[in-house]
């Protein structure tokens, strides 16, 4: 396969993962209230997502390393498509344990894809010499947002979230089949350290670590949104849920332009200098969006938390994968400290949310914007590392 090939199936491979979540996270309300969950009971449930993905992912960079990212992104994928099935089932019939471990197949099956197509978009980007990563990301943010427009859709027709996310995981499994047959072949490996000692060793990394801080940061502050935008809308600005999709809608639409552009900024300003920029607008959404002036200002909030939280992570996935020989690894040493995000977020913003209400829960995102600034000096390329005058 060319390597131009192997760019678009990557960018399909993005958006298809990004379909997969926003099919069923914009439905979040419908998912809380099928399975009558309290907001702290909704964010224990997320805990099977994100702990089973933090649980996962320190095993994704050896099996990425074993099997290569074709066959890793393929095995990620279905386990995915397997917990979207589980999830269905389980808001249809009220089960919170069936839904629990649809969660958990999802969240496993995507560290693995997660890893995979970032090591994957790595070396395309390496092979074409050109700054692709945030529009990969890009891809999964187009994904989120085509998911978000049919759920906002689905939800204003009356449609099932079951239906939707039934008829969302059979497109995904459909598409992963044969998206994958254009990867790049897999080299052979020349390292002669078993995976273990790589892993141990990429554990023990400053700069691996403060790249894992920054993806934890971002990762938080990007995850909230995703999470309890939607709800937030909801029970903060009592919208109807139609109206709480458009508003997730709206951020993740922001963090597609976020990334289709930013690669402009990166290559102009360099990693450090986009991240701070992107942390300030972050900011400046978040506090538009507990404000409670109303639905229109929560709408531009979006649209500037959206923007905010665009490069973090295709940032630190670059700044992880630097050195080809060992990217897999590091990716998932950085993804796993960043993938805690994901583990404390939606439980901690939940029992928030019990006593303080959602909005108020939402202000301890100003904490993660912090991590991601504390670690931002890492983001910068090895060789710039060699010469420090770099602005990148």
Same mark, same amino acid.
């Given at each position: ?113 997660d890893v995979a197509m970032n090591v994957e978009g ?192 295709? /940032? @630190?996935?670059? *700044?992880?994968?630097?050195?080809? +020989? =060992? !990217?897999?690894?590091? $990716?998932?040493? #950085?993804?796993?400290? %960043? ?9 901690? /913003? @939940?029992?928030? *949310?019990?006593?303080?209400?959602? +909005? =108020? !829960?939402?202000?301890? $995102?100003?904490? #993660?914007?912090?991590? %991601? ?13 060699? *010469? ?5």
């Amino acid at each position: 396969m060319t390597d131009e090939n192997a760019k678009v199936a990557v960018g399909v491979t993005f958006a298809t993962n990004g379909l997969a979540f926003g099919g069923w996270l914009a439905r979040a309300p419908a998912i809380r209230d099928d399975l009558s969950l309290s907001p702290a009971g909704f964010g224990l449930l997320l805990l099977c997502l994100s702990g089973a993905a933090v649980a996962a992912i320190p095993l994704a960079g050896p099996i990425v390393q074993r099997y290569g990212p074709a066959r890793s992104v393929l095995a990620g994928s279905m386990s995915v498509v397997l917990g979207l099935v589980g999830l269905g089932i389980g808001a249809a019939a009220g089960a919170v344990p069936v839904a629990a471990v649809g969660l958990v197949l999802i969240g496993m099956g995507n560290s693995t894809w997660d890893v995979a197509m970032n090591v994957e978009g790595a070396d395309v980007e390496r092979r074409l010499g050109r700054t692709l990563m945030p529009r990969f990301h890009a891809g999964f943010s187009l994904g989120t947002v085509a998911g978000a427009g049919v759920s906002a859709a689905a939800a204003a027709a009356g449609v099932s979230v079951t239906a939707q996310v039934l008829a969302t995981a059979a497109l995904a499994g459909v598409i992963m089949v044969r998206t994958v047959r254009s990867f790049l072949p897999v080299p052979p490996s020349h390292e002669a350290e078993g995976p273990r000692g790589r892993v141990r060793d990429a554990w023990r990394e400053p700069r691996t670590l403060l790249i894992g801080v920054i993806m934890l940061g971002f990762g938080f502050t990007e995850g909230a949104a995703n999470d309890w935008l939607a709800i937030g809308l909801v029970d903060g600005y009592h919208a109807t849920e139609a109206v709480g999709a458009i508003g997730f809608g709206f951020f993740v639409t922001a963090m597609t332009l976020g990334r289709l552009f930013g690669g402009t900024a990166i290559e102009r300003w360099g990693r450090v200098v986009t991240l701070r920029l992107t942390a300030a607008s972050a900011f400046a959404g978040l506090l538009l969006v507990v404000s409670g002036i109303g639905v229109p200002a929560v709408l531009v909030g979006a649209l500037l938390w959206g923007a905010g939280a665009s490069l973090g992570f295709p /940032i @630190g996935m670059s *700044a992880a994968a630097d050195d080809p +020989l =060992r !990217a897999a690894i590091r $990716v998932s040493v #950085a993804g796993s400290v %960043g993938y805690g995000a994901f583990l404390a977020g939606p439980p901690l /913003i @939940g029992l928030l *949310a019990q006593h303080f209400g959602v +909005l =108020r !829960a939402l202000c301890v $995102v100003v904490a #993660a914007i912090g991590l %991601g600034l504390l670690g931002s000096g890492a983001a910068r390329p090895l060789g710039d590392l060699i *010469a420090p005058g770099s602005r990148r």
